[in-house]
């Protein structure tokens, strides 16, 4: 019994040290549709982040509407920073690819997280199942391309980045990038990095083989909650931001403003808080203008499974368990908007808030969704 349990223990910490990443940065061709925001001028100072904060969280009003003049058409040749990982000692057998999107707040290192040594790793957990992963930073943060705040960096434009990353990869046409043709593609997302895998099946459903929608819910009630707890302010004020963000990126205020959108009391580690804190990542005003205009309905014709914390607070109000009598969970009331999905399963992870992969139990949500995708043959 003993030696078993040290085998099994030097087996995990094999398992989660034999990996293979290349970092890259892929040139993608975008054209979108975006909105045209003139109606509200972007945000110069502190005081007219939280003026625009006042607007967007006030009750009965559409900031978006408010704030729209009309539509058209943005196009480039953008910049998308990635990075490829794959097991050690793969040969050129079949895997799945997983495509991992990450929220606001942060950037791609939210599925890599490198703090306590890769304990919390997501990316860790997929290799250790025979996945294969691809992380990007959205278009617009991090280390790919950045843009106007307002009318250029929006939930339209990032989508149609995602859908051409995703055609590129599945047709091999990604030069020099070590990425190995996949057999199928999982499409992962966090927060607004599910809205985008939402939209995304939405508008291309043929371009994903299934999806997995983490801190996710069809529920915008709660979307106040996360603006004015957010408290945001100027990212290009932030003195630990070594970046050319201009005005009308947002980072949250402070370390407090980041555990209440994020993080839940008692099941988190205090230093790791600390840490997303050090690494925050913006939003723009023109993704929180349209983070809401998503498709009301999803052809999509895969597995999608819904993983959220309990006590999740922009799409679940804090408790996702509160319907009323409506559905099982929040999320669950989703499965309306899947017609179509050979399968649809939403789970709620205890003991989590929204940032489901900085808790003391993230490997247990990990676990759940590699089940899902295994019983699904994915
Ligand atoms: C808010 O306005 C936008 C733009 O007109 C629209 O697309 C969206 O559906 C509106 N949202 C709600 C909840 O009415
Ligand atoms: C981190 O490692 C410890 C044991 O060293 C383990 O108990 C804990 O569950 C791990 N946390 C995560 C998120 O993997
Ligand atoms: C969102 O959730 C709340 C709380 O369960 C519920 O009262 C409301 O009807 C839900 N809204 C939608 C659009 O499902
Ligand atoms: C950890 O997560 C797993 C999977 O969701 C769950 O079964 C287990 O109860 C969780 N443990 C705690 C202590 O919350």
Redesign the pocket.
Known sequence: MHVSRIGLVAITAGVASAKTCYDMTVQVPVTARNGVFDKISTPQTNIDATAFALHASTQAVNVTADALSGYATVSGLYDISAQYCMPDNVGDNAHVLQILTHGMGFDKSYWDLPY?NH??SYVDHALSRGYHTLAYDRLGLGKSSHGDAKNEIQSFLELEALAQLTRMVREGSISDSCIKQPSKIVHVGHSFGSAQTYGLTAKYPDLSDGIILTGFSMNASFMGMFISGANFQQARFNKRQESDYSAGYFTSGDIGNNMYLYFAPGHFDIDLLAFAEATKQPSTIGELLTVASMAPLNKFAGPVYIINGDKDIPFCGGDCFATGGTSESIPAAAKAVFPSASAFSAYIQPNTGHGINL?????GAYQQIHDFLGTHGL
């Not at 808790?359 to 490997?363: D, K, L, R, Y």
């Open positions: 306590e304990n919390y808790h003391h139990n993230a490997t």
